[in-house]
C-alpha cells in the first residue's frame, strides 16, 4: 500500500502498484540490454512511486524454472510482471495463462497471451541509421560489425547496419564477425576475443565498428581506442556514450544504437499505473521512438542529418529495412 | 554387519550438510540476513506442492545424468562427457520426435532409443579412443564436449533441423503432443510430475540390477576394485571399457529427455549445456548408489529450486551454488576418511573377534 | 645432444614456416603470416599457456588438476576485484591469490584427505564458479560500473610495446609477398608487436619452469613425487610438501592465466574463462607434460583462435583447412619413414579428404574453424598416446609409509 | 670407539597395525663391520622392523641405538643423517629419470641455483669404480635389467655416505651369478668398515655370508646363532624361524592317469624388448599327477603360468584335454575348468575391498554356484562361501567382512579353496602355501593330495624346494625360460634341487 511513514517526502509519487521484473541468466549489470531494461524500472520508481522487485534466472534455467519465478511473483502480487529477454517466452505464455488478471510483459518475444505485453523492438531499423552515421564518418570506406552469438536476433542488427550503410556509399567494404556459434554462451563474454576481430577489421581498414555484442563489445570498444583518432566506435542498446563503466572509452563512441527497452519498459509500468495495461504486440519502431541513436557525444552532429533523414523516411515508409 | 556400514556411509553425507549449513549461515550473517528466516523459508517453500513437483522434475534430470557418471566411476572410467553426450542425444531425440506422427508409445519408444544410441555412439569415440589408442577417456571426453557444442549450434543454425520455435528462439521442429512425455499432476494441480520421472525410477532399478544381480555388473565392479586382479580373472578389460562406456552414454543420452519430452518440446539454444557437471558432483555424493544418488539428485534439485525462492527474498541465489559447491567437498573429504577408518576398524574388529574366539588370525 | 635438438626444433620451424608461406601463396591470404595474426596468437596463446604451465607443475608432482578451471576463473575474480580499486598490477597480485588459494584447496584435499585428484578437482570447479558469482553480487553490485555478473572496469593497463624500428620494416617486407620471406618477416614482427609485458613474464615462466624442474634440486624432488613418490620418501625428501608446493603454484599460475584474461578484458564477467582451463589441460598432454611442447599446443590454440576471427572475408578457415592438409601430409611422410604405416596412411587419406574439401568449397562456417583445436588435439592424443611419458605416478594417491 | 659398542642396537620394539602386531618385544644387537642377517618367515615383520631402524616407521614402543647414541627417528633423513641406508625389498626406483637423478635425489650436489650434474656425475663414477658397481649414470632406469638396478639400490646407499646398511631381500630378484657378485661387494664393503643387515629367505646364502643371524617368528626376535662357532644348518634355521619340525608335504601312492590333461608344445614368451622370457618349452601333464617346476624367481615361471591362462601373449600350443586352448581367451579356459592361484594374490586373486563372497565369484563368475551365466545368484554363493570357510579352516568372523581384514593366510586358504571348488581338471598353483602358517599349509597340502587322487591335474610352482619336492609327481628345472633338467622327486634332496637351479649342478633324471 502507500506509505503512512510520516517523514516520507510528499512530493515524491507513490503507488501501490508493485513491479516484477525477471532478467534472464546472471541478470543486469552489462552495460547494455540488461541495463536498460532496469534503467526504465528505476526511473518508474521515481517517477510512479512503483515498488519494484528484481529477480534473475540464474545460469542452466529452464523453463520450469522460469515459469516458477514469474509464478511466485506473480502469487506474491507483483503486476506487472516483465521478463527481460526471449528465453522467457515458453515459460510467460504457460504462467500468463495461469493469472489471467495479472499484467505481463516479455521484452523481444511474442507471446500470445491477452494479457501479455509483447514488446518487440525494430533493431534492423535503429541499426539502419547507425549504418548511416558509420557510412558518412568513414573516411576509408571500409567499416565493422561485431556480433556476438550468430543468432536470428543479432542478425537483424547486421542487416539493418548493411543496408543503411550501403544506402550511403554502396561500394564501402562491410567486414562482420561474431564471437560465438549459436549456443555457445561464451560468445557474449569474450571481449578479448571480439577485441582480436575488431583490431583486425581495423588493421584491414576499417575506421567506424558497430558492436551488438553483449560483454563482448567492451572489446570493440578497447580495439577502437587503441586505434586512436580517425577511429570510431557505436555501441548498443543502452547510451553507452554515458555508461560509466566505458568512461574510458566515451570520446571514441560515435553513438549508440538505442534499443529503448528502458522506454518499453516504462510504458509498460506507466500503462498498468494508469489502469491501461499495454497490450498485444508492441512494436517499438521509429515511429515509437522505440529505436533510435544516441546524440549525447556531440561528434555524432555532422551526421544527423543524414540519420534523421533516413528516420524520416523508414517512418513514412519509403525505405523498408530488412531484418535479414 | 551391513547395517554398521551403512550407517557409517551416512556420516559423510551428513557432515556434509551440516558443515554448508555452518558456512553458509556464516555468510548470510555477514550479509546481514536472517538465518533462521532463511532456512525456514527456503524448508516451507521447498515442501509446498509445486515446488516439490519442480524439485522432483529437476532431480529426475540429475538423477539421469549421476547414473551415467557412476557407472562409469564404478569401474574406475571418468566420463566427463555427459554433456556433450546429453545435448547431441537431446537434438537427435528433439529432431527426430519432431518429425514423428506416430501414437504416444511408438513415438516415445523411438525418442528414447535414438537419444541412447546418438550418446551411446558419442561416448564411444571416447571408448575408442581409450582401449584402441591408449587416450584417457578424461581428455577425450573434455575435447568431446566442445566439438558436440559446435556440431549443435551447427546443426540447428545452418541446417534444416533447425527452424524458428517462437520469435528470436531457434530449435527442432515442435514436438507434437502425441510425442510428448508431460506426466501426471500428482502433487499439485497445476504442475505435472514429469512421465520421465516413473522411466529414471525404473532405470535405477534397472542399473542397481545389472550392477548387482547380472554378471556384467560383478564383472564391472570387479574392473573397478581391482583392474589387475579382474584380468587375472578372466574380465576382458577393454571390452568392458567399450560397454561401459557405451552403457554411461546411452544412460546420458536420456539426460535431456525429462525436460524435452516433459516440458520444453523442442531442444532450443536455450536448452541447459552443463548437467553433466551437476551428475559428477551428484554421483560423487550418492557414492554410486542408486539410492544414494536420488537422495543427492533431490537435495541438488531442492537447492536449486529453493534459490528461486531465496532471490525473492533478496539473498542471492547464488548461495545455494555455494552451499552445494561446499557440500561436495565436505563430503568427498569425509568418505575419504571414513572409508580408511571402515578398512582399520574392520580389520582391528576381525582380529578382536578371532582372539574371542581363541585362534589367532 | 643439445647441437641434435637445437638441430631438431630449426628444422621444425623450417618445415612450419615452409607449410605456411606454401597455403599463404596458394590461398592469397596475407593473414595467415601477418604480424598481427602472429601478435594476437601469442596473446591468445598466454592463457591457455598458463593453465597448462600450471598442469604440468601440479601433474609432474603427482597430482591430476582437472581443477584448472576453477583456479583460472578465482584467478579472473580476484583481477576483477582488486584491479578495479587498485589498479591493473594489484589485481594481478589478487588473480594470483586466489588461484594460489584454489591450488591449496586442491592440495588439502588430494594429498592430505587423499580424495581422489579427478573428483577433487572437480568440487574445486564447482567451488570456484558458484563462490566468485556470489562473490560478484555481493561486492559489484553497488558499484558503479559493476552488475551482479561483472567487475567495475579494472584500473589502467599492463604495458605493452611495439618496436617499431623491428616491427614496421618488417611488416612492410611482409607486404611484399615473398615468398617464405615474407612469412618470416611477418612471424617475426609479430612477436615485438604489442607485445603485452604479461606475454613476456609468460615465456620467462615457461623457460624458468623448464630450468627450475629439469635443472635444479627443488626440480628433481618435485618430479619425483610425480614419478615415485614412494621412492623419494625412502630417501627423506617430503613428498607431501612438495606436492603442496607444486599444487599451490599451480594453482597461482591457472590464477595469472585468469587474471591476464580480466586484465586484457579490463573487466571481470562470469563465465569468462569459457573453458580455458581445461583447453590449457589438453595442450599440457599435447605437450607431453613438457613446457616446449605445451607451449606449442597453447600458441596452436591461439593460432586457430586467431585465424578463425581475423578472418573477416571468410577465406581463412579455407586456408586453415589446407594448412592442417599439408601439416598431416608432413606427419604422414614421417610416419611411413619409420614404419608407423597404417597411421600414416591414415593420415595420408586424411589430409586427402582435406584437401578435397578444400578444391570443393570456397566457404566454410566457423564451426569449423571452432573445432579444430579439439579436433588436432584428440588426433594427436590418438597417435602419440603411446609417446607419450606422463610421469608414472600421475594421479596416483601417495600415503606416506604406505606401500604401492 | 670400544670394540662392543654394537653398530646397530634395539630394544623392546612394538609395532602394531591395525589387527596385526608386526614386532613385539624385538631385541637385536648388530656388531659393527658384520654382515648380520636376519631371517623369519613370510609377515614375520622382518621389512617392518627395518623400516623403522630407516625411520619410515615409528615404532610403537622401544628404542634405537647407532654406535652406543639412541637416536630417534622422524624420517629417512634422519637416519640417513645417522649413516643409515636401506635397499628395500622392492625396488625403489623411478623408472622415468636417469640412474644419476636416481642416485642424487635427496642428497643432490649444487653449483649455484643449479643442481651440479657434473659433481653428481663423478662422485657417482668414483663410488662405482671403487665398489665395482658399474653403471652408466645417464641411462634411463626404464631400460635396465634388474642387476643394474640392484646395483643402483646400492649406491643410492654408498652415496650418501651410509656406514650401516640395510638390504631387504636383494636376492630375491637375482640369477645366480649376480648373486656371487652382489656378495663380493658386501664382503669388500664388510672390509672397509660398514656393517650390513641383511634379510633373505635363502637360508643356504645366508650361512655363506652371515656373521651372525637373528631368527624372527611372528613378530618378535626368538633367537641369535653365529655360524662360524656354531654348527646350524638350513633345517635348523627353518625350524626355528617356525617352532617347529617342518611338516613334510610327502604325497603318497602313483595316482597318474593316462588320460593328458595339459600338452603344452613349443611354448615360448617374449619380452617386451623381444629377447625370450620363456623359451620354446614343452611338456605334459596328465591327470592325477603333480608337476613341480623349480626355478630360482624370474626365470620365467610367472610367464609360463600367465601363458597357460591366457593373460600373457605366447607362440607354441597348448591343448587341455585334446581342446586346442591356444586361442582361448582367459576366461574360457576357466570355464573349462582350470583352477588358478595367482603369485601375488593382493593384485591378481583378490578384491580386498570387497566382501568374502564376491571374492568366491572371482573368476568363476559365469559358473554355478555364483551365476547361472547371466545372473547372479548371491545365495547359493554366500552358501558356497561357507562351506570354503569351513573346509579349509579359513579364520573369518563371516563371509560379509572385507577380504582385506583377513591376514594373509586366511587369504590365501580361501583362494585356495575357491578355485579346488567345482572340481577342476587342472589347478595351475603358484607358491599355494606361501606366507601361511604351519597349520594351514598342512590343511592345504591335504586339499590338494584329496583332489590329485581324484584325478586333478596340477602345475606347481613354488619356491619352498621341500613343498616342490614333496608334492610333485614330477620336476622340471627352468633356468633362463628354458627346461635344464628333470629331478625325481623321491631321490632329489633339495639341495640338489637348489643347485641345479642355478645352473651349477646336474641331478640325477
Ligand atoms: N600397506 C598395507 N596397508 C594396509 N594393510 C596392509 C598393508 N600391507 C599388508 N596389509 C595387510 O596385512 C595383512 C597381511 O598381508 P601380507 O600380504 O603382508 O601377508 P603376508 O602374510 O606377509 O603374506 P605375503 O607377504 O606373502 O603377501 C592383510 O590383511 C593386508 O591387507
Ligand atoms: N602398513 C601396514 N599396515 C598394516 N599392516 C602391515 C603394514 N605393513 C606390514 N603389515 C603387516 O605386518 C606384518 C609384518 O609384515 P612385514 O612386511 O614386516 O613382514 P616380513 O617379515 O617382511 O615378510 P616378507 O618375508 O613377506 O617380506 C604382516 O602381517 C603385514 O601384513
Ligand atoms: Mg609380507
Ligand atoms: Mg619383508
Redesign the pocket.
Known amino acids: 500500500g502507500s506509505s503512512g511513514d510520516a517523514s516520507a517526502s510528499a512530493t515524491a509519487p507513490t503507488s501501490s502498484v508493485k513491479v516484477g521484473m525477471a532478467y534472464d541468466q546472471d541478470g543486469k549489470g552489462d552495460g547494455s540490454f540488461n541495463d536498460a531494461a532496469y534503467a526504465g524500472l528505476s526511473k518508474a520508481q521515481t517517477d510512479l512511486g512503483v515498488q519494484i522487485k528484481e529477480v534473475n534466472s540464474g545460469s542452466s534455467a529452464t523453463d520450469a524454472s522460469r515459469e516458477e519465478l514469474l509464478t511466485l511473483l506473480a502469487q506474491d502480487g507483483y503486476n506487472p510482471v516483465i521478463a527481460v529477454g526471449f528465453a522467457y517466452s515458453t515459460a510467460l505464455g504457460n504462467v500468463a495463462a495461469k493469472f489471467p488478471d495479472t499484467s505481463f510483459a516479455i521484452v523481444d518475444s511474442v507471446v500470445d497471451q491477452p494479457n501479455v505485453g509483447n514488446l518487440v523492438f525494430a533493431a534492423e531499423q535503429g541499426s539502419y541509421l547507425t549504418g548511416v552515421i558509420a557510412a558518412s564518418a568513414s573516411k576509408s570506406g571500409h567499416i565493422g560489425f561485431i556480433g556476438g552469438m550468430e543468432i536470428d536476433l543479432i542478425k537483424a542488427f547486421e542487416a539493418g547496419y548493411v543496408q543503411g550503410a550501403k544506402s550511403v556509399n554502396p561500394d564501402i567494404t562491410i567486414d562482420s564477425k561474431y564471437m560465438g556459434a549459436a549456443g555457445d554462451n561464451t560468445a557474449w563474454n569474450v571481449p578479448d576475443k571480439a577485441k582480436a576481430a575488431s583490431a583486425a577489421m581495423i588493421g584491414n581498414g576499417a575506421d567506424v565498428i558497430y558492436a551488438a555484442a553483449g560483454g563482448s563489445g567492451l572489446g570493440m570498444f578497447q580495439a577502437v581506442k587503441e586505434a586512436g583518432a580517425g577511429h570510431w566506435a557505436i555501441g548498443v542498446d543502452s547510451d553507452q556514450y554515458t555508461v560509466p563503466a566505458l568512461a574510458d572509452y566515451k570520446d571514441f563512441i560515435l553513438t549508440s544504437m538505442l534499443k529503448r527497452v528502458d522506454v518499453a519498459v516504462y510504458d509498460t509500468i506507466k500503462g498498468v499505473v494508469d489502469g491501461a495495461p499495454l497490450v498485444g504486440i508492441q512494436n517499438f519502431d521509429l515511429s515509437k521512438d522505440g529505436v533510435g541513436y544516441a546524440t549525447s557525444n556531440s561528434a555524432v552532429e555532422p551526421y544527423k542529418a543524414a540519420a534523421d533523414k533516413a528516420a524520416a523516411d523508414i517512418k513514412a515508409g519509403t525505405i523498408t529495412v530488412n531484418t535479414k | 554387519m551391513n547395517f554398521r556400514r551403512f550407517g557409517i556411509s551416512l556420516i559423510a553425507p551428513l557432515l556434509g550438510v551440516v558443515i554448508s549449513v555452518a558456512v553458509t549461515s556464516v555468510i548470510l550473517v555477514a550479509i546481514n540476513a536472517n538465518v533462521g528466516d532463511v532456512f525456514s523459508s527456503m524448508i516451507r517453500y521447498g515442501t509446498s506442492p509445486r515446488a516439490m513437483t519442480l524439485i522432483l522434475n529437476l532431480a529426475t534430470t540429475y538423477f539421469l545424468s549421476a547414473l551415467a557418471v557412476a557407472i562409469g566411476f564404478k569401474m574406475n572410467l571418468f566420463n566427463i562427457g555427459v554433456n556433450g553426450q546429453y545435448v547431441l542425444g537431446a537434438v537427435a531425440a528433439g529432431a527426430v520426435a519432431g518429425a514423428l506422427t506416430l501414437p504416444k508409445i511408438p513415438s516415445v519408444i523411438i525418442t528414447i532409443l535414438v537419444a541412447m544410441v546418438v550418446g551411446a555412439a558419442w561416448a564411444g569415440i571416447a571408448a575408442w579412443l581409450k582401449v584402441a589408442r591408449g587416450v584417457s577417456e578424461v581428455i577425450s571426453t573434455i575435447m568431446l564436449n566442445f566439438i558436440a557444442i559446435a556440431i549443435i549450434s551447427y546443426v540447428i543454425v545452418r541446417t534444416s533441423v533447425g527452424h524458428e520455435t517462437s520469435l528470436n528462439v531457434r530449435g527442432t521442429k515442435e514436438i507434437a503432443e502425441s510425442g510428448m512425455l508431460r506426466g501426471l499432476a500428482l502433487l499439485d494441480e497445476g504442475t505435472k510430475i514429469y512421465g520421465f520421472f516413473f522411466i529414471s525410477i525404473f532405470i535405477g532399478i534397472a542399473y542397481w540390477f545389472i550392477l548387482n544381480r547380472t554378471r556384467f555388473g560383478y564383472d564391472l565392479r570387479a574392473t573397478g576394485h581391482s583392474a589387475s586382479a579382474a584380468r587375472t580373472s578372466g574380465i576382458d578389460a577393454r571390452r568392458m571399457t567399450v560397454v561401459t562406456m557405451l552403457l554411461s552414454g546411452a544412460i546420458a543420452g536420456l539426460v535431456g529427455l525429462p525436460y524435452l519430452l516433459g516440458e520444453a518440446a523442442s531442444y532450443n539454444l536455450n536448452f541447459p549445456t552443463d548437467w553433466g557437471f551437476t551428475g559428477i558432483a551428484i554421483a560423487l555424493l550418492g557414492r554410486n548408489n542408486p539410492v544414494g544418488i536420488a537422495v543427492g539428485a533431490l537435495l541438488w534439485a531442492f537447492l536449486d529450486v529453493a534459490s528461486g525462492q531465496l532471490i525473492l527474498e533478496g539473498i542471492p541465489r547464488e548461495i545455494t551454488t555455494i552451499m552445494q559447491g561446499l557440500i561436495v567437498i565436505v563430503v568427498v573429504i569425509s568418505y575419504e576418511i571414513v572409508r580408511r577408518r571402515q578398512l582399520t576398524t574392520e580389520?582391528t574388529r576381525v582380529a578382536k573377534a578371532l582372539e574371542a574366539q581363541g585362534v589367532s588370525a | 645432444m643439445n647441437i641434435m635438438r637445437q638441430q631438431r626444433l630449426l628444422g621444425i620451424f623450417g618445415v612450419a614456416i615452409a607449410i605456411l608461406s606454401i597455403t599463404r601463396t596458394f590461398t592469397h591470404n596475407p593473414d595467415l603470416t601477418s604480424a598481427v595474426t602472429v601478435s594476437q596468437a601469442l596473446g591468445f596463446a598466454v592463457p591457455i599457456g598458463l593453465a597448462g604451465l600450471a598442469g604440468i607443475w601440479s601433474e609432474r608432482a603427482g597430482v591430476v588438476n582437472i581443477g584448472l578451471e576453477g583456479m583460472m576463473i578465482l584467478g579472473t575474480f580476484g583481477a576483477g576485484w582488486a584491479g578495479y580499486q587498485w589498479g591493473a598490477w594489484a589485481g594481478l597480485l589478487a588473480g594470483i591469490v586466489m588461484g594460489a588459494f584454489g591450488g591449496l584447496l586442491l592440495a588439502i584435499a588430494s594429498v592430505t584427505f587423499g580424495v581422489d585428484q579427478i573428483i577433487a578437482g572437480t568440487a574445486v570447479n564447482l567451488l570456484a564458479t558458484g563462490l566468485t558469482k556470489f562473490l560478484a553480487i555481493l561486492l559489484f553490485t553497488d558499484v558503479v560500473g559493476g552488475g551482479q555478473a561483472q567487475s567495475p572496469p579494472i584500473k589502467g593497463t599492463l604495458p605493452s610495446f611495439t618496436i617499431e624500428a623491428i616491427s614496421s620494416p618488417l611488416i612492410a617486407l611482409h607486404a611484399k609477398d615473398i615468398f617464405i620471406v615474407s612469412d618470416v618477416a611477418g612471424v617475426v614482427a609479430g612477436l615485438f608487436f604489442h607485445l603485452s609485458i604479461l606475454t613476456v613474464i609468460t615465456v620467462a615462466l615457461f623457460v624458468f619452469t623448464a630450468w627450475l624442474l629439469w635443472k635444479t634440486r627443488f626440480g628433481l624432488r618435485l618430479r619425483s613425487a610425480g614419478e615415485n613418490p614412494w621412492a623419494a620418501d625412502s630417501l627423506g625428501v617430503n613428498v607431501n610438501r612438495y606436492k603442496y608446493m607444486a599444487v599451490t603454484f599451480s594453482g597461482l599460475l591457472a590464477g595469472l592465466g585468469g587474471a591476464y584474461l580480466a586484465i586484457a578484458a579490463t573487466i571481470y564477467r562470469n563465465g569468462q574463462t569459457a573453458g580455458r582451463g581445461f583447453i590449457g589441460l589438453a595442450t599440457m598432454i599435447f605437450g607431453n607434460w613438457r613446457p616446449g611442447g605445451t607451449g606449442a599446443g597453447a600458441i596452436m590454440f591461439g593460432y586457430i583462435d586467431t585465424l578463425r576471427l581475423i578472418d573477416s572475408d571468410n577465406k581463412n578457415v579455407r586456408g586453415l583447412i589446407l594448412l592442417g592438409a599439408l601439416v598431416l601430409f608432413v606427419i604422414a611422410a614421417a610416419m611411413i619413414r619409420t614404419s608407423r604405416r597404417a597411421t600414416g596412411i591414415g593420415f595420408l587419406l586424411l589430409g586427402g579428404v582435406m584437401i578435397g574439401g578444400f578444391m570443393a568449397a570456397s566457404n566454410f562456417p566457423p564451426e569449423v574453424a571452432q573445432v579444430a583445436p579439439y579436433i588436432t588435439t584428440l588426433l594427436v592424443l590418438a597417435t602419440a598416446s603411446q609417446n607419450l611419458r606422463p610421469p608414472a605416478a600421475d594421479g596416483v594417491p601417495f600415503r606416506k609409509g604406505?606401500?604401492h | 670407539m670400544s670394540q662392543n659398542v654394537a653398530a646397530v642396537e634395539l630394544k623392546g620394539i612394538w609395532k602394531r597395525?591395525p589387527?596385526?602386531i608386526a614386532n613385539s618385544d624385538i631385541n637385536l644387537k648388530v656388531e659393527p663391520g658384520t654382515v648380520h642377517a636376519i631371517v623369519g618367515e613370510?609377515?614375520a615383520g622382518k621389512s617392518t622392523l627395518m623400516k623403522i631402524l630407516y625411520g619410515m616407521q615409528k615404532p610403537d614402543e622401544g628404542t634405537i641405538s647407532i654406535n652406543g647414541t639412541e637416536l630417534s627417528f622422524a624420517s629417512p633423513s634422519d637416519a640417513i643423517d645417522a649413516g643409515i641406508g636401506m635397499v628395500h625389498q622392492h625396488f625403489m626406483l623411478a623408472d622415468n629419470f636417469t640412474v644419476l637423478e636416481n642416485i642424487v635425489l635427496g642428497s643432490e650436489p649444487r653449483k649455484g641455483l643449479s643442481l651440479n650434474f657434473d659433481k653428481a656425475r663423478a662422485d657417482i663414477s668414483a663410488i662405482s669404480s671403487e665398489n665395482g658397481l658399474e653403471v652408466d649414470p645417464d641411462a634411463l632406469v626404464a631400460d635396465l635389467g634388474v642387476g643394474d638396478r640392484q646395483r643402483i639400490e646400492i649406491l643410492k646407499v654408498l652415496y650418501r655416505g651410509a656406514k650401516i646398511l640395510i638390504l631387504d631381500e636383494p636376492t630375491a630378484v637375482l640369477v645366480p651369478h649376480e648373486v656371487h657378485e652382489l656378495f663380493d661387494t658386501l664382503r669388500d664393503l664388510k672390509k672397509a668398515g660398514n656393517t650390513i643387515i641383511f634379510i633373505s629367505h635363502k637360508l643356504d646364502e645366508v650361512l655363506s655370508i652371515a656373521d651372525e643371524i637373528t631368527v624372527i617368528r611372528r613378530g618378535t626376535t626368538v633367537g641369535s646363532v653365529n655360524p662360524h662357532t656354531q654348527e646350524v644348518s638350513a633345517q635348523d634355521l627353518a625350524v626355528m624361524m617356525v617352532g617347529s619340525e617342518l611338516p613334510t608335504p610327502e604325497t603318497r601312492g602313483d595316482t597318474i592317469r593316462d588320460e593328458v590333461v595339459l600338452a603344452v608344445e613349443n611354448l615360448t614368451v617374449l619380452a617386451s624388448g623381444g629377447k625370450p622370457i620363456v623359451d620354446n618349452i614343452s611338456f605334459q601333464i596328465r591327470s592325477g599327477e603333480i608337476l613341480g617346476i623349480a626355478g630360482v624367481e624370474g626365470n620365467g615361471q610367472a610367464e609360463i603360468l600367465d601363458a597357460l591362462m591366457g593373460l600373457e601373449n605366447s607362440t607354441g600350443t597348448v591343448h587341455f584335454k585334446k581342446e586346442d586352448i591356444s586361442n582361448m581367451s582367459t576366461r574360457n579356459r576357466r570355464e573349462l575348468g582350470i583352477g588358478f592361484i595367482p603369485e601375488d594374490?593382493?593384485r591378481q586373486a583378490l578384491l580386498?575391498t570387497a566382501p568374502l563372497w564376491e571374492n568366491r565369484m572371482l573368476g568363476h563368475q559365469t559358473l554355478a554356484p555364483n551365476s547361472n551365466g547371466f545372473l547372479l545368484t548371491p545365495g547359493a554363493a554366500k552358501d558356497d562361501t561357507k562351506r570354503i570357510v569351513e573346509e579349509f579352516d579359513v579364520r573369518t568372523p563371516g563371509i560379509d567382512v572385507l577380504a582385506?581384514?583377513?591376514?594373509?593366510?586366511n587369504q590365501q586358504k580361501l583362494i585356495v579353496g575357491r578355485e579346488m571348488s567345482g572340481e577342476p581338471k587342472l589347478l595351475i598353483a603358484a607358491h599355494p602355501t606361501?606366507?601361511i602358517d604351519v597349520g594351514a599349509q598342512a590343511a592345504i597340502w591335504d586339499h590338494l593330495r584329496h583332489a590329485r587322487e581324484a584325478g586333478l591335474a596340477v602345475l606347481l610352482i613354488s619356491a619352498d624346494l621341500d613343498e616342490l619336492i614333496g608334492l610333485s609327481d614330477t620336476i622340471k628345472v627352468l633356468l633362463r625360460g628354458a627346461f635344464v633338467a628333470d629331478a625325481n622327486p623321491a631321490t632329489v634332496t633339495p639341495e640338489q634341487l637348489g643347485t641345479a637351479m642355478t645352473g651349477a649342478g646336474k641331478v640325477s633324471a
Open positions: 580389520q | 604406505e606401500g | 597395525f589387527g596385526v613370510n609377515g594374490r593382493h580386498l582385506s581384514a583377513l591376514s594373509g593366510g606361501r606366507g
